[in-house]
């Protein structure tokens, strides 16, 4: 039988222009001892390595180039994190200033103070001179020395108005698919106006949602701190009376974090995630076979990511400044619903609800997202100096490598529950495939 080929996918890499200047960075071999050499711009990867969709597509390896297209003496760079705060931004912003600074020379960097809102007309918040010294040791602490903030990208003409007037050759934006579409729309803006800027985006999202992207920093930590709330929540239960620990984290739209927390904690027993929708009361509900579980065991962890059972909510009607519809809080649902089910049956029960997302969010990157950082940074700005324009420097099969925005952004990244990751979650909880009557 012959294979079905998967649609060629336009992964074509913009730029600004022709590199003809040389890479300040040494890349040479030196006598008879070997270095690592120059990334070739024939250099790729293939985007697919699943034989059912192999399309023999390659997407541009990331990586410094032998030729660069700015002068480093010439660059004024800036950078943005935008939208919630998540672990490793201020690894980025470190990463990319000393690669800036001890590889290219560049010496002019600007940190815009609160996302796309510092680059507005009206902004109250300076730029903030960024340097190997102010920078230094920022990776120990979470959050952004920045700031973060949601909105401001839709005003396209406001924020290229303030790069041409400060002139910036370079925007590196740090953010999930909302900051991500604006910076595709700041670069279309800047291409109309003819102007020699480029914008590098940086994905983060810590829901791991974002299209062809192997992994986004700051999931490594979210998963690691929630398997310590999964933890205690699994300690309280054991300890209590049929004892119920409820435990919420992010996962808006995919649930990546609450499977992947499933797995390196297996005291789960039942994880609900958006891709796989349940129903709370009737036989197959949620509530009847956590009744079985407490009934034959004494005690049961329910892990929740925040974007599940928002079809059996109420619809909060609210969008926040980022566009996304604000969801209704299933965690505190489910806490009261479990209460309330379980008074009606006169069994007597222990729920405990713990909601570490601000924890998480707000946590310095664990080793593997420091490494992680680094090289995301790194990699960002050599496709800078190099002239990339509207892309994004992602992981994919264990490379660096350059994708349009426009691909990544074409659509979500969602847990697949007919593969092998939610297979392996449902052996480990030994939950229901369905919870729906």
């Known amino acids: 039988?012959?294979?079905?080929?998967?649609?060629?996918?336009?992964?074509?890499?913009?730029?600004?222009?022709?590199?003809?200047?040389?890479?300040?960075?040494?890349?040479?071999?030196?006598?008879?001892?070997?270095?690592?050499?120059?990334?070739?711009?024939?250099?790729?990867?293939?985007?697919?390595?699943?034989?059912?969709l192999a399309n023999d597509q390659t997407v541009e390896s990331a990586g410094p180039r032998e030729y660069i297209y700015f002068n480093p003496k010439q660059v004024h760079?800036?950078?943005?994190?935008?939208?919630?705060?998540?672990?490793?931004?201020?690894?980025?912003?470190?990463?990319?200033?000393?690669?800036?600074?001890?590889?290219?020379?560049?010496?002019?960097?600007?940190?815009?103070?609160?996302?796309?809102?510092?680059l507005l007309q009206d902004s109250p918040y300076p730029f903030m001179e960024l340097t190997p010294d102010n920078v230094d040791e920022i990776q120990e602490k979470g959050g952004t020395i920045l700031g973060s903030a949601r909105g401001g990208g839709n005003r396209v003409e406001e924020i290229v108005d303030t790069l041409e007037r400060q002139n910036i050759n370079m925007l590196f934006s740090v953010g999930g698919d909302g900051t991500l579409r604006g910076a595709a729309d700041i670069q279309a803006e800047i291409d109309r106006r003819g102007l020699k800027i480029c914008v590098v985006g940086i994905p983060k999202t810590i829901d791991n949602d974002l299209l062809y992207i192997q992994s986004s920093f700051g999931v490594d930590t979210a998963v690691q701190i929630a398997t310590s709330a999964v933890r205690s929540a699994h300690t309280e239960a054991k300890n209590a009376i049929n004892g119920i620990g409820l435990v919420k984290v992010m996962g808006r739209d995919a649930g990546f974090i609450a499977a992947q927390t499933s797995l390196a904690q297996n005291d789960v027993n039942f994880c609900l995630i958006p891709e796989n929708p349940f129903d709370i009361t009737g036989k197959n509900g949620l509530l009847s076979h956590l009744e079985k579980r407490i009934l034959s065991r004494g005690h049961a962890v329910v892990l929740v990511a925040e974007g599940a059972g928002q079809d059996i909510l109420p619809s909060t009607g609210r969008k926040d400044l980022s566009g996304n519809t604000v969801f209704a809080d299933i965690g505190l649902?489910?806490?009261?619903?479990?209460?309330?089910?379980?008074?009606?049956?006169?069994?007597?029960?222990?729920?405990?609800?713990?909601?570490?997302?601000?924890?998480?969010?707000?946590?310095?990157?664990?080793?593997?997202?420091?490494?992680?950082c680094a090289r995301l940074g790194a990699h960002a700005v050599h496709a800078a100096?190099?002239?990339?324009?509207?892309?994004?420097?992602?992981?994919?099969?264990?490379?660096?490598?350059?994708?349009?925005?426009?691909?990544?952004?074409?659509?979500?990244?969602?847990?697949?529950?007919?593969?092998?990751?939610?297979?392996?979650?449902?052996?480990?909880?030994?939950?229901?495939?369905?919870m729906k009557n």
């Open 333 to 372: 649902f489910l806490k009261e619903k479990i209460k309330e089910y379980f008074k009606e049956k006169n069994i007597e029960t222990n729920v405990k609800y713990i909601d570490p997302s601000y924890i998480i969010r707000s946590a310095p990157a664990d080793s593997y997202d420091a490494i992680f």
């Open 77 to 118: 760079a800036a950078i943005a994190t935008c939208g919630g705060i998540c672990p490793g931004l201020n690894n980025i912003i470190r990463a990319v200033v000393r690669c800036l600074w001890f590889g290219y020379g560049v010496t002019r960097i600007s940190g815009i103070q609160y996302g796309y809102r510092g």
């Open 385 to 434: 100096m190099a002239g990339r324009k509207s892309v994004c420097v992602c992981l994919m099969h264990n490379n660096y490598v350059h994708l349009p925005i426009s691909l990544v952004t074409s659509g979500k990244n969602k847990v697949d529950i007919t593969g092998n990751l939610w297979r392996d979650v449902l052996e480990n909880t030994r939950q229901p495939y369905s």
């Open 1 to 52: 039988m012959s294979e079905t080929k998967k649609p060629k996918i336009d992964v074509s890499i913009q730029t600004l222009g022709e590199c003809k200047i040389p890479s300040p960075i040494s890349m040479a071999k030196i006598s008879n001892k070997k270095r690592a050499d120059y990334t070739d711009n024939d250099d790729s990867v293939y985007l697919f390595v699943e034989k059912k």
